[in-house]
């Protein structure tokens, strides 16, 4: 089945630590994008590429590193500088103008 | 600044009731448009995009939503709701060419009553 996945669904980690939360597509597309969810704030975008050994911040990129070595994947590191990180993430990629999502990861940093 | 408008936070109907979801958005040209559903803990699902032509398109599970371009208006509409659509919706705009960055709406979460 043709996808994107997310793992884990669940992510604990005492503060201060780094955490790296992992995006796979087999949909053969350019784009991938990281969004973050907060509650009745809609989805913001951290990071997006476009293309392989590309990308680029989005509008909350603070705290947040991405790497894209290869076309399938784009995992996120939070990082420790990242004041708030407790939250929902998700992951998409994209065909033209139309985004697909993943599951999400939800991160609970104590 | 580039905004999408969703009015309503929550909104209760009753099972086999319609349902007008509103969606506003602030550009200068016509956007790219989508309707998203979530359900808890989950991703998000497109239900319908609209990119040009009929102002009223279709959507998986019986939805549909009219673009109205003298409104800035976009809302999702299904005629009879049914339990399982109880859910979040998104609509979410794109502003043609560049990097097809997805401006989001707050969201509107729907209850059904039974």
């Known amino acids: 089945d043709g996808g994107i996945t997310q793992s884990p669904k669940y992510l604990f980690r005492k503060e201060g630590q780094n955490v790296t939360l992992s995006c796979e597509q087999n949909?053969?597309?350019?784009?991938m994008y990281w969004y973050r969810q907060d509650p009745g704030q809609g989805l913001r975008l951290i990071y997006y590429?476009?293309?392989?050994?590309?990308?680029q911040k989005g509008d909350i990129a603070e705290g947040y590193s991405v790497s894209r070595e290869k076309k399938e994947s784009f995992p996120l590191t939070v990082t420790s500088a990242q004041k708030n990180p407790t939250a929902f993430y998700l992951c998409?990629?994209?065909?033209?103008?139309?985004?697909?999502f993943g599951p999400g990861t939800r991160l609970t940093v104590t | 600044a580039q905004s999408v408008t969703q009015p309503d936070i929550h909104i209760t109907v009753s099972e086999g009731a319609s349902l007008e979801l509103r969606c506003n958005y602030s550009?200068?040209?016509?956007?790219?448009l989508f309707w998203y559903v979530q359900s808890p803990g989950q991703g998000l699902q497109l239900l319908l995009k609209?990119?040009?032509?009929?102002?009223l398109v279709q959507g998986i599970k019986g939805f549909e939503a009219e673009f109205k371009r003298s409104q800035s208006s976009f809302n999702l509409r299904k005629p009879s709701v049914h339990w399982s659509d109880a859910a979040e919706y998104f609509c979410?705009?794109?502003?043609?060419?560049?990097?097809?960055?997805?401006?989001f709406g707050a969201g509107t979460r729907l209850a059904v009553h039974p």
């Open positions: 998409a990629s994209g065909s033209g103008s139309e985004q697909y």
């Open positions: 590429s476009q293309i392989v050994n590309d990308f």
């Open positions: 979410a705009v794109v502003l043609s060419g560049g990097y097809n960055k997805l401006i």
């Open positions: 609209y990119f040009s032509g009929d102002t």
């Open positions: 550009y200068g040209a016509t956007p790219y």
């Open positions: 949909l053969n597309h350019d784009a």
